[in-house]
């Protein structure tokens, strides 16, 4: 697989319920110790409380109080109230007042609490003060941080406790208040009453004055304008109908006089002599205009008859006709006339009555805009009375009204249960107080354990080598001893006793049945099968950091390679801390730093060891340039030479971090193993010594996981398969490599 960058990878692990669990059994312990611990301190608090008793008041309030005088008389005062918004607005109200400052400090002073020592330092008893008491407002503060108002649910009920240290003073002064409460409810309506009545009947003096002023003006005015009984409106309707009737006379008038005009332009277009074309039309509706003209054609018809006959002008027939027709023509010029002079004569007659007619409708205009005005002047003094007048029928009705409200005293809050004595002690709650320090004890317990878990930031699980290091895990080493027992190897018995020594890291020898033999031929067979084609001959064993356990991580490793029937040598190349030379008990004389000064010498440095096929080059005597000496081509031939010589080649290394040998030899090696301490390495260190092996490329194969503890949680199945008696012995090289 390809390894993913570590310093692209997260660096936390996710808080899973897993994890929650693991931290839990890990420090179950220490959950325990301060659940424990906080369950006394609470017992130990709990006890030493004083006893707190509650005395309790059950109060009814009523939203809709009994109205003797019917819903159509108001109080001055609203004691209740009817929509549902509305009664939770006055609930509300009604609570706040129980708890005001107001009745607190009226109930401080009737019961003298302020002068009364045990209840301000709320201690079982009746003990006064010493000539120094409390102030009322204090004493109230006092008791009001004491009293509770809880209304029960779905009801009008009110519960108001107190809470004190003497059972009889808390029954004294919740029922003290309760009354306080109630009669200050209905004094306060009878209060406000009084005030209102008294203040209605200042009103009412006042618009008994104004109403009378105001019928008075009203009536001076009357007489002023000299306005009879008769109402201003009748009056109006009266100029209305005569000034209706000038008008149509008027429009008569006018229409006669058009008339007339129009027949004197006709008579006026007829020709002064020319009798023949007089206009019938005009003339035919006169009969003696009609008849002088017939005459006066009879005539001419008679003339023209008498000429056309042969007689003469001169004839006396012809003269005589002649002079009818004139004696006709002048008597009908004359009726002529005297119809253009009656028609001028209508005319003018019509024209004066027009006229005359137009001077009475202008006067009874003028009246009617002068009664206008008095009407509006009349109208505003009539409404200002009218006004004053409803105002003072209200005020005084209202007066009548308040005041028989002023005399009952009915209250919509009645005391349902009196206050009584208790019997037991509500705080402190001892069973309550104890399971709630049990529960907080245990919760902090685990947050302090779940806090180690998240600031150990050690690697724990092979899972984490993976994904957040990036590494192909090799497997595990667990913890153990030479006996297959429990004594355990590691950070903490790194010092071995002299008889003992290297019985830990020979235990794949010693003992091949043990957990510990077969985590490591597992290692083994991991690494054999990475590479079958290309075996890595040269391995590197090293670690992050100093006491990893490497060395004992190379001994195995090697231990178990020439079990399965190699060539191998464990060459110690820590050329600071060398142990190799105290695991198997041999002197360090002769070794590395030896043989790349004197080839000869390599012969003496090759040291066989208990295990078959299995030898040891030890470091040899300290130098002052360790890692120049492992750069240097003299050890590059050394390790060319070695690797001719076996099959494999165990390298144990310093750590990479505190020194450069490491990295100098993971460029002379076929592979590189890092050794990594559960639950004592710290990732970063281990992703920094990642970092310096991929910068140079080195051959990293992978990682183990050492100083596994199988009883540790997610482990068991290492403790199972690695247990004593798990399967049969193995037999043969090939058995143990599988």
Known sequence: MTPARPDLLPAEDAITLPRLIAAARKSWGLILLIGAAVLVAMAFYTLRQRPIYQSKVTVQIDPNPVRPLGKDVQGVVDIGTGAYWSNQEYYN?????????????????????????????????????????????????????????????????????????????????????????????????????????????????????????????????????????????????????????????????????????????????????????????????????????????????????????????????????????????????????????ALKNDLIASRKEAEGLRSLFANAEKRALDLNLLEMEYGRLQRSKNNTEKLYSVVLDRTKESGLSGLMRFNNITVVDSAQQPKAPIKPNVSSNLAIGGFVGLLLGFMVALGRDLLDRSVKHPEQLETDLGLTFLGTLPRGDATGGGRPYGRRSRRIPADNVGTIELIGHTDPTSGLAEAARAVRTNILFMSPDNPHRRLLITSAGPSEGKTTAACCIAVAMAQAGQRVLLVDCDLRRPRIHRVFGKTNDVGVTTAVMNRASLDSAIQSTPVEGMSVLVSGPQVPNPAEILQSDAFGHLLDELSTRFDRVVIDSPPIVPVTDATVLSKRVDGIILVVRAFATNRELVRQAVRVLRDVSAPLIGALLNGVDSERSGYAHYQYYYSRGYGDKPTSTEDRAA
């Open 93 to 341: 109200t009604q609570y706040k007042i129980i708890q005001s400052r107001r009745i607190a400090e009226q109930t401080v002073q009737k019961l003298g609490l302020n002068l009364d020592v045990s209840f301000m330092l709320n201690q079982p008893g009746d003990a006064r003060g010493d000539g120094k008491p409390a102030s009322v407002e204090l004493a109230g503060e006092v008791l009001r941080s004491r009293l509770t108002v809880e209304p029960v649910k779905d009801s009008r009920l009110v519960v108001i406790s107190l809470e004190d240290a003497s059972p009889t003073r808390a029954q004294r002064i919740v029922g003290t208040l309760a009354e306080i409460y109630v009669e200050q409810n209905i004094d306060r309506f009878v209060d406000s009453t009084n005030s209102a009545v008294e203040w209605l009947g200042e009103q009412l003096d006042k618009l008994k004055k104004e109403l009378e002023q105001s019928e008075l003006a009203l009536h001076q005015y009357k007489q002023k304008n000299s306005i009879l009984s008769l109402s201003l409106d009748d009056q109006s309707n009266m100029l209305r109908a005569e000034m209706t009737q000038l008008n149509d006379q008027l429009t008569r008038v006018r229409t006669r006089i058009e008339y007339l005009n129009s027949r004197a332009e006709e008579i006026e277009k007829l020709p002064a002599d020319d009798l023949d074309k007089l206009a019938v039309t005009e003339l035919l509706q006169n009969a003696v205009i009609n008849d002088l003209r017939k005459s006066y054609l009879d005539a001419r018809r008679e003339r023209d008859s008498l000429l056309k006959s042969g007689k003469g002008e001169e004839h006396p027939e012809s003269r005589s006709a002649s002079a009818r027709v004139e004696t006709s023509k002048d008597a009908l010029l004359s009726e002529i006339r005297n119809v253009r002079l």
